[in-house]
């Protein structure tokens, strides 16, 4: 699976499938394989953020920077575990996890109200000012009892977007 010009054999589409809990397919799995050949134009079995820029959906993405952190370097398994919290047979904690990691750029388990500043600023650019996205993010935080100092943790978020009907669905053609 190292090297992207060789074939996926029927074990390597099973241990990815496994390895993302069956969120895909087997089918599935095989045309994310093609896909991933397609990005990984040096053919070295990884993909770059910048390769990633060529996914057109993924360039003009307002958290394309933070994910970009995510992306970089990944191999096979890494990148259908990464889109594994878009599938639609992802549990809501799978997804939850996705969102958290967004949020959690140095990985250390908490996000505080300045993560969740910087992702607001990503994705509202100028629409709105600096005080206004303070307000609304200081107002939600309270509406949901926390307070402008208060770290979130991973069971935070669960709480938070549990019972939010969140939907993060792709649909990946299969050939």
């Given at each position: 699976?190292?090297?992207t010009s060789s074939m996926l054999t029927q074990y390597d589409i099973e241990e990815v499938q496994?390895?993302?809990?069956?969120?895909?397919?087997l089918q599935e799995i095989a045309s994310l394989y093609q896909r991933f050949c397609q990005l990984?134009?040096?053919g070295g079995g990884f993909i770059s953020a910048?390769?990633?820029?060529s996914v057109p959906e993924f360039a003009v993405n307002p958290l394309s920077q933070r994910l970009f952190r995510m992306v970089d370097g990944l191999n096979f398994k890494e990148f259908?575990?990464?889109?594994s919290a878009f599938s639609s047979r992802a549990t809501l904690q799978q997804k939850v996890e996705f969102i958290f990691k967004v949020y959690d750029l140095d990985g250390n388990g908490k996000v505080a109200f300045n993560n969740m500043l910087d992702v607001l600023r990503d994705l509202t650019g100028q629409?709105?000012?600096?005080?206004?996205r303070e307000q609304v993010l200081t107002h939600v935080l309270e509406e949901a009892g926390y307070k402008k100092d208060s770290f979130l943790v991973l069971a935070d978020f669960m709480k938070i977007l549990g019972s939010?009907?969140?939907k993060m669905e792709v649909e990946v053609p299969v050939d």
């Open positions: 699976m190292g090297n496994e390895h993302c809990n069956h969120t895909f397919s990984d134009r040096n910048e390769e990633f820029l259908v575990a990464f889109l629409f709105i000012s600096e005080q206004q939010s009907g969140l």
